[in-house]
């Protein structure tokens, strides 16, 4: 956490999706998570890119490489640097108390290989910006 030190703001943002439907089996999962990873990353990348700082996405897999092809399994550098974020749990955040404590979100787990009622998608854009309205003009905090 000590590269986090540098950042005097944290911009912390939940998505919960619903699945359209019930007994939805968990091997359907990146129907519903990758479209809205992908456009959630592609804002942290611009967020990045105009105030600076550092962004945060989520856990699981990579979106960027075919499965079971990604270069670190090979202990090579990854192909995909500029596209790829950290997640939040790799700097020690406790994901579900942030849901639960922050946003009043309870995390909820699959069960018998079905999806749960709803996912959740944590990830932060830590700054130092003062202009959080300006933050929130470029298309992220409702």
């Not at 939940?14 to 007994?23: L, V």
């Not at 670190?72 to 749990?89: A, G, K, M, T, W």
Request: charged share 25%; with cysteine.
């Amino acid at each position: 956490m000590a590269e986090l030190r540098q950042y005097s703001r944290v911009l912390l943002l939940a998505t919960r999706i619903t699945p359209d439907g019930k007994e939805i089996p968990f091997s359907e999962v990146d129907r519903f998570f990758r479209p809205e990873r992908l456009r959630i990353e592609k804002k942290l990348r611009d967020m990045g890119k105009t105030y600076g700082g550092k962004a945060f996405a989520y856990a699981g897999s990579c979106l960027y490489c075919p499965e079971g092809t990604c270069s670190r399994l090979e202990n090579q550098p990854c192909r995909h640097p500029d596209l790829v974020r950290p997640s939040l749990e790799s700097y020690g955040f406790d994901i579900g108390r942030t849901t639960s404590e922050l946003f009043g979100i309870e995390l909820l787990w699959g069960s018998n290989g079905f999806l749960p009622e709803y996912l959740t998608l944590v990830c932060g854009f830590f700054h130092n910006h003062d202009g959080i309205e300006e933050i929130r003009q470029f298309g992220y905090v409702s």
